[in-house]
């Protein structure tokens, strides 16, 4: 008996499209959901060098929920390049500027660091209100 892998080109013909509403969702239990998604966890065919997991839209950025005091208390980190050029921002100051970026952060913590955790960070698409531009490709819901 052998063991067979799914090829790179079966991959990309298997590929579906997931909406997800993250209206009142706990940040750390949406982007785990979503993380497994864009691996291809879900799928029977899940192999960890490859590349199999789908398209991700979430829509509603704006209003993930942060339970506890992280609103006030969580503290997000970025550099300028620049000699002592560390940044910081609040998780509300940061949900005001650009919410979409608190997903994405989350998320991309829960992927592989390497080249193929950039590429499937490339497959999320992240929108603060109800609209994207995504409707041609047909979202399915993710089941939850």
């Known amino acids: 008996m052998t063991t067979s892998f799914q090829t790179k080109e079966d991959a990309e013909k298997n590929r579906a499209w997931v909406l997800v509403d993250a209206a009142d969702q ?13 691996r291809g966890k879900n799928k029977p065919t899940f192999s960890p060098h ?11 950025a704006e209003k993930v929920k942060l339970t506890g005091n992280k609103e006030a208390d969580k503290t997000y980190f970025r550099h300028t390049g620049y000699v002592g050029g560390i940044k910081e921002e609040k998780a509300a100051e940061l949900r005001a500027r650009k919410p979409e970026e608190m997903i ?6 829960m992927l ?3 080249s193929l955790g950039r590429k499937q960070l490339g497959k999320l698409k992240i929108y603060a209100g109800e609209n994207h531009p995504h409707e041609a490709q047909k979202p399915a819901p993710l089941n939850q």
């Open 26 to 38: 706990p940040l750390g239990r949406l982007s785990s959901e979503v993380a497994s998604v864009l």
């Open 112 to 114: 592989p660091a390497n």
């Open 50 to 60: 490859n590349d199999d997991g789908d398209f991700v839209v979430v829509v509603n």
């Open 104 to 109: 994405k952060r989350s998320v991309k913590g």
